[in-house]
């Protein structure tokens, strides 16, 4: 591996101009929307504007080896085309998750609106991917590895371009104190190439009249969320989906990822009823299901990518980025796990962050699950440990920055959109970096635990 130069050296920069530094940051995040809502505010989230805070965000981009975010960029489309060939396959999807499906509900839900799909015949000839495949450096095998492949509610192609600019911004303010070139900060597409694949799937529905529905978790605004959808969605003899009287062409889920989001059978309902429409679902059912992380370990499996791929050059790319992945039913692996739960994370079937299982609690879960018997084995799967470079960065929350060690994982995202044998787009859509401090295991944005970051080619 190219050694990555620290670029910041603590020591050599003064409070002073790290406060100008910070100051500039505030200034260009509330100019530019770099902000979320304040949750110490009372009214934020009810009035639009009201009680904003700046993103937590690192204050400078953080060294990542050129040649490491060149082969993320070019495995992008390879995993766009693999969820679309396994979303085809639902044999595969159904055998790969059918003991997964007797552990965990949700799982299960998803599947039977599968199987009905399946069974209906039910094809998507117009299919869009916005997918985010997230990646750690591990400094131990010098390699690239995947985290996970996200094909449903990525998060923040919207924050990951502001953050690059924000970057961008600030080292060509400062730059020649700080000993860094802007230019080396890649561009980042990642709000308009997300923005025009939706618009281009519009385009191919060809309804004029259709919208494009954003399903939103309850309160809030301007979208509807999947109850309101089965209160006021029908689907009509040639398939139209309609929601309030308006035709929908492009449904984008917002929600939907997680088992909170369907606290009733009205939404599981909704699900199935724009499943059954002709709309274009980002993501349908099945590349919803590719998503998972079951289907992932599957694939890490010999001989199971070569049942989607036939390109030898395009498999040995996207294995070259597979961690270890096994099933909770292979003894020898649960023995060493057991032994060495430090070198394993423990996953069930969830998306969203704060769900994992590390260190000392995967032992006991192991165990537990070996008094309890085989069937709830199924709910999880157990991963490979990444341990990436830690660097020294400066996070900036509330207004105020700390200086701390860190570690960091690139999201890359991808955009996918096909009609038919008519491929309209497939290509890497900018990038997300999130950074955390190295004493975190989890790494969710949302969830507390990471700040957003860009990345600073060496
Ligand atoms: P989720 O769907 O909840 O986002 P992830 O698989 O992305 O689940 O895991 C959440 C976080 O846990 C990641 O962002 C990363 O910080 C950490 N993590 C996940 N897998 C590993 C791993 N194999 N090694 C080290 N950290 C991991
Ligand atoms: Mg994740």
């Given at each position: ?12 920069f ?85 003991r ?35 990646y ?30 924000l ?48 399903v ?43 088992p ?23 993501p ?24 989607f ?47 994992n ?17 085989e ?23 509330d207004?105020?920055?700390h ?51 860009s990345?600073?080619?060496?």
């Open positions: 591996m190219e050694s990555p130069k620290p670029i910041l050296d603590f020591e050599k003064d409070d002073g101009f790290v406060q100008k530094l910070v100051y500039d940051a505030l200034v260009w995040s509330s100019l530019h929307g770099l902000v979320v809502g304040d949750k110490t505010h009372q009214r934020s989230g009810t009035v639009p504007g009201v009680g904003m805070m700046h993103a937590p965000i690192a204050l400078l981009p953080t060294p990542f080896p050129e040649s490491y975010w060149n082969q993320a960029c070019e495995v992008a489309p390879i995993f766009n085309e693999l969820v679309d060939r396994i979303s085809l396959d639902g044999k595969f999807i159904q055998d790969s998750l059918s997964t499906r007797k552990a965990d509900v949700f799982t299960s839900r998803l599947l039977e609106i599968h199987s009905k799909m399946l069974e209906s015949n039910k094809r998507e000839e117009i299919r869009l991917g916005l997918h985010r495949s997230d750690m450096l591990d400094e131990e095998t010098k390699s690239l590895l995947q985290i996970e492949m996200n094909t449903i509610s990525c998060s923040f192609p919207g924050f990951g371009r502001l953050v690059t600019e970057h961008q911004s600030l080292l060509r303010t400062h730059g020649d104190h700080l000993g860094l070139d802007s230019k080396r900060v890649p561009r980042n597409g990642s709000t308009s190439q997300f923005a025009d694949a939706m618009a281009k799937a519009w385009l191919e529905y060809n309804n004029p009249r259709a919208v494009v529905m954003v939103v978790q309850p309160d809030e605004r301007n979208m509807k969320s999947l109850a309101e959808v089965e209160t006021e969605g029908r689907v009509h003899e040639d398939g139209t989906l309609t929601v309030a009287g308006q035709a929908v062409s492009v449904v984008y889920y917002r929600s939907g990822y997680t909170r989001d369907y606290p009733s059978e009205s939404e599981w309902n909704a699900r199935l009823l724009i499943e059954q429409s002709s709309a274009v679902k980002c349908s059912i099945a590349y919803h299901l590719a998503g998972t992380k079951k289907i992932q370990q599957e694939l890490a499996k010999p001989g199971v990518l070569e049942r791929m036939d390109n030898k050059d395009d498999i040995a790319k996207l294995r070259k980025c597979f961690a270890g992945l096994w099933s909770l039913d292979d003894p020898e692996i649960i023995k060493k796990a057991i032994e060495k739960p430090e070198l394993f994370v423990m996953k069930p079937q969830r998306e969203g962050g704060g769900n299982i590390y260190g000392d609690d995967v032992r006991e879960n192991l165990l537990r699950l070996q008094r309890e018997g069937e709830e084995n199924a709910a999880y799967i157990l991963m490979q440990r990444i341990f990436p470079k830690v660097s020294n960065v400066f996070l900036l929350r207004g105020v920055y200086k701390d060690q860190a570690i960091s994982e690139l999201g890359v995202y991808g955009a996918y959109l096909r009609n038919k044998e008519r491929v309209i787009i497939n290509e890497h859509s900018g990038y997300l970096m999130r950074t955390k401090v190295s004493s975190s295991d989890e790494g969710g944005v949302a969830a507390g635990y990471a700040v957003l970051d990345i600073y080619l060496n």
